[in-house]
């Protein structure tokens, strides 16, 4: 250890270090970084597509095969992704939806009384946990939703048909071999969201399982010796309290099924990431895309953070 | 999934049985209906494996799902870097169990799940099983049961006389994975000699896992560096990370992979830009870097304060206080969470075959375009699910024992 006496060196004064260290990284990301965007400059240059947004206008020359808003082919670029944002939000939505309730009832499951329902419970987790989404998303597509079968011999139940052309609600009708119905729901959309739901739940499943085993054992005790029925303990005793523990764990469930719904792609659903690929193979105007792909996820990120962030505020402790 | 009968490890089965299935009269209408509908499927899924799949699928192109296209007539690298991984594995698998952990005194602790007998019988029987159920020649069979012998040879040799080695040598031997790492690549992409085989000639599960284990081993340092950046107190280096750690978790991965191979031409000047193989490895790795350094924040701030600044008042430098008493400590906690991230990342490999690269998803839908196979693809998916599923399990009982292995609080039993 140098002595008192002996001032240490300029480069191992505390008081310059710090800004030593930070000069030196600054200098280093911003030598990368101009570097990385003097060459997108040059290179966007040399082909003619330098930052522009008036392509969004051009007509976009291409189908969608689902969509909620109209569009057909003479309509513009950026209506063609607006649709396909919206696909996104739907499936997202719906999604959400369905996680939640298939992971909860999964995750409660696995504190059944019942030995065979906790095991079952389990196993779908572990099962599901360890099989990548897009080999289930395929799995779902191409293995179980394209066998449907058509025409009479599809799945007919009151007021709901599942046929290859689709979910159909709401008095069904066979019109020339082909179902109709005033609601329909492609099998992309339903492998699409029948995958998200299923992975999801799984991971839905352990955040509630936490969160209902950090309730403690004399919550339910308690609750029971009052008179209290198993499922009216769970449900105004137990989950109550369970809530804070789970909300902040179902936030990054939440948007890691938001950025997942991207995987669509791979069973034909034309959701925002599919179009926007199209897109760019058409125009070229891969910085843009990129720009248009990236922001629209991290607002649909970000608005999840900030509602579950919201429903935080709600269910923790107040505290008089 | 036939449910496996706990009961006969237990003393009082019946009881047992009664208690868990029939405890009241709901349990036992629920415990029937499941056992019905377990029974239906698990006879469906017999019946269909038995008469309706056609596993010729997966026999006529094990080549292509083990190594895609790589040439023929270069293989033999592959089969010697299998043996090379064999011979490593037995060694390390074998101290692993032989030898006590470094430090500890009185009677050896649990060092490793004392079932590991069950791994190297369940190994055998892969190795006796696979070849038949492939269809293979018998020379191919014979190279599968030869490594299979070399492993398990390795594995009793070091338990046997792991203790006798001196203890620089033992310390050394950790040091051969690295190197067979780099002894691999260049097995696998030529040079120093031996012919080149291009990275697109690279398929099924050799890119995954190659992929798997690149990503994984470079996001490990990058994630810590990001980590400890974020809790930094320098502002640029905590705002620095923070801005790259949100904003590649803001965004999916496909959408990256997408910008890696739309955007990293236009980034670099001509020429200089990597092959599409490197480029998704290269996203991939700066992806789960992101990932990993949010699970070893985690780890960091569970360790106290005082503990740095202990360190740091006995004279360490930051550096040597950060990574001698700060991270073993933080990694310790992290190392589930880490896992976990690891895991992911591997399975996040299947993600190459949407941007049109041949891993194993990729190369399997190759294969279902193929129209000899059309229609098979129930028994391809499902095998791909049973292998990524073994993969990712195995990684997680790794994880589960190393993290009984580092617990210092663990009292040594037995």
Redesign the interface.
């Known amino acids: 250890?140098t002595s008192r006496s002996a001032a240490p060196p300029w480069w191992r004064n505390r008081r310059y270090l710090?800004w030593l260290?930070?000069g030196v990284?600054?200098l280093a990301?911003g030598v990368v970084v101009a570097f990385?965007l003097t060459?997108?400059l040059l290179?966007?240059t040399a082909r003619g597509l330098l930052l522009s947004w008036s392509w969004l206008g051009q007509p976009a020359g291409f189908d969608l095969a689902e969509t909620i808003l109209p569009f057909d082919a003479s309509l513009p670029y950026w209506r063609a992704m607006l649709a396909g944002l919206v696909n996104t939000l739907r499936v997202v939505i719906a999604g959400l939806v369905g996680a939640t309730v298939l992971g909860t009832l999964i995750g409660t499951a696995s504190f059944?009384?019942?030995?065979?329902?906790r095991?079952?419970a389990r196993?779908y987790v572990?099962?599901i946990?360890?099989?990548?989404?897009?080999?289930?998303l395929?799995?779902w597509y191409?293995?179980v939703f394209l066998a449907l079968p058509n025409g009479t011999d599809a799945i007919q139940l009151p007021g709901l048909v599942l046929a290859k052309s689709g979910l159909f609600l709401g008095d069904p009708q066979l019109v020339n071999g082909v179902w109709q119905a005033p609601l329909r729901f492609t099998v992309e959309f339903g492998a699409l969201l029948t995958g998200l739901v299923v992975y999801t739940a799984a991971f839905i499943a352990e955040v509630v399982r936490g969160g209902i085993a950090s309730v403690p054992k004399g919550q339910w005790e308690a609750a029971s010796s009052l008179g209290f029925a198993p499922l009216l303990t769970l449900r105004r005793i137990v989950l109550p309290q369970a809530l804070r523990v789970i909300v902040p764990g179902l936030n990054s469930q939440y948007i890691s099924l938001a950025?997942?719904s991207?995987?669509a792609?791979?069973c034909g659903f034309t959701d925002l990431?599919s179009v926007s690929?199209t897109t760019?193979n058409q125009t070229g105007r891969?910085?843009e895309v990129?720009l248009i792909?990236?922001g629209s996820?991290?607002v649909i990120?970000?608005v999840i953070s900030a509602l579950m962030n919201g429903l935080n505020g709600l269910v923790q402790l107040k505290e008089r | 999934?036939a449910?496996a009968p706990p009961a006969t490890l237990r003393p009082g089965p019946w009881q047992w049985l009664r208690r868990?299935?029939f405890?009241?009269r709901l349990?036992g209408l629920?415990?029937i209906a499941?056992?019905g509908f377990l029974v239906a499927a698990a006879l469906g899924l017999a019946k269909w494996a038995i008469f309706q799949a056609q596993w010729t699928v997966i026999s006529a192109n094990s080549t292509l799902f083990a190594v895609g296209r790589y040439p023929l007539e270069q293989q033999w690298r592959l089969w010697l870097l299998t043996t090379l991984l064999a011979l490593a594995t037995g060694l390390s698998w074998g101290l692993l169990r032989a030898l006590p952990r470094s430090g500890s005194s009185g009677p050896p602790p649990i060092l490793w799940p004392r079932n590991d007998r069950w791994a190297a019988a369940i190994l055998v029987l892969l190795a006796l099983w696979r070849p038949l159920a492939l269809q293979l020649t018998l020379a191919i069979q014979l190279r599968w049961w030869a490594i299979t012998a070399l492993l398990l040879l390795a594995r009793w040799a070091a338990g046997r006389w792991g203790q006798a080695l001196p203890p620089l040598v033992r310390r050394l031997i950790p040091l051969i994975w690295p190197l067979l790492y780099l002894v691999g690549m260049v097995l696998i992409s030529g040079g120093l000699g031996l012919v080149q085989v291009a990275p697109s000639d690279w398929g099924g599960l050799l890119l995954t896992l190659l992929m798997a284990t690149f990503a994984i081993l470079l996001c490990f340092p990058l994630g810590v560096l990001l980590a400890l950046g974020r809790r930094s107190?320098?502002?640029?280096?905590r705002w620095?990370s923070l801005l790259y750690i949100e904003f590649i978790r803001?965004?999916?991965?496909?959408?990256l992979l997408?910008?890696g191979q739309?955007?990293l031409?236009?980034?670099?000047?001509?020429g200089l830009a990597p092959d599409r193989v490197w480029r998704a490895a290269w996203v991939l790795t700066f992806f789960a870097a992101a990932y990993v350094a949010e699970a070893v924040r985690s780890g960091l701030a569970a360790v106290p304060a005082g503990q740095l600044e202990a360190a740091r008042s006995l004279?360490l430098s930051m550096p040597f206080a950060l990574i001698h008493v700060v991270l073993p400590q933080a990694m310790r906690v992290a190392l589930p969470a880490t896992v976990g991230q690891f895991?992911t990342l591997l399975?996040?490999t299947?993600?190459l075959?949407?941007i049109g690269l041949l891993d194993l998803?990729g190369t399997a839908?190759t294969v279902?375009a193929n129209p000899a196979f059309l229609g098979r693809?129930?028994e391809v998916?499902?095998v791909?699910?049973v292998l990524?599923?073994c993969c990712?399990?195995a990684l997680?009982l790794g994880s589960r024992a190393l993290e009984t292995r580092l617990n210092p609080n663990l009292a040594p039993s037995r």
């Open positions: 250890m710090p260290v930070q990284v600054a990301v990385l060459n997108l290179n966007l059944s009384s019942n030995g065979l329902l095991g079952l196993v572990e099962v946990r360890n099989i990548p989404l897009l080999l289930q395929i799995f191409f293995v950025k997942n991207s995987l792609v791979a990431y690929e760019l891969a910085v990129m792909l990236l996820y991290l990120d970000l | 999934m449910p868990e299935l405890g009241s349990d629920i415990s499941l056992l107190n320098l502002p640029l280096l620095g803001g965004a999916p991965l496909i959408t997408f910008l739309n955007i031409g236009f980034l670099l000047p001509g004279g895991i399975q996040d299947t993600l075959s949407l998803l839908r279902m693809n129930a998916y499902l791909l699910a990524f599923w990712c399990a997680g």
